[in-house]
């Protein structure tokens, strides 16, 4: 599985962000998928994850803010980010996860500034 992140970028405290993830080089709809964050100086983190069915969970850090979903038919998984804090700031990474195969993937992080 590829994965292709896009949508980061400035904003000030407070607005709204996108961002997108396109999976491509197999079955999309097998996997669970997620996006992770990392902070300068801090370990990577979960920030959403929703599995093949569709259930969504979410860090708490971000709960009612950010909302993921996923798109089968375009092999594409979204993160609706609203409400951005500064402490929001990070590189956020997409992820597929395949349990039945032990397979796992990243991309290559896009990069959020939330601005005070």
């Known amino acids: 599985v590829q994965l292709q992140a896009s949508g980061g970028g400035l904003v000030q405290a407070g607005e709204s962000l996108r961002l997108s993830c396109a999976a491509s080089?197999?079955?999309?709809?097998?996997?669970?998928m997620g996006w992770y964050r990392q902070a300068p100086g801090k370990k990577r983190e979960l920030v959403a994850t929703?599995?093949?069915?569709?259930?969504?969970n979410y860090a708490d850090s971000v709960k009612g803010r950010f909302t993921i979903s996923r798109d089968n038919a375009k092999n594409t998984v979204s993160l609706q980010m609203n409400s951005l804090k500064p402490e929001d700031t990070a590189v956020y990474y997409c992820n597929a996860n395949r349990w039945s195969t032990a397979s796992n993937y990243w991309g290559q992080g896009t990069l959020v500034t939330v601005s005070s």
């Open positions: 080089g197999s079955i999309f709809s097998m996997y669970d």
């Open positions: 929703i599995t093949r069915s569709a259930m969504a």
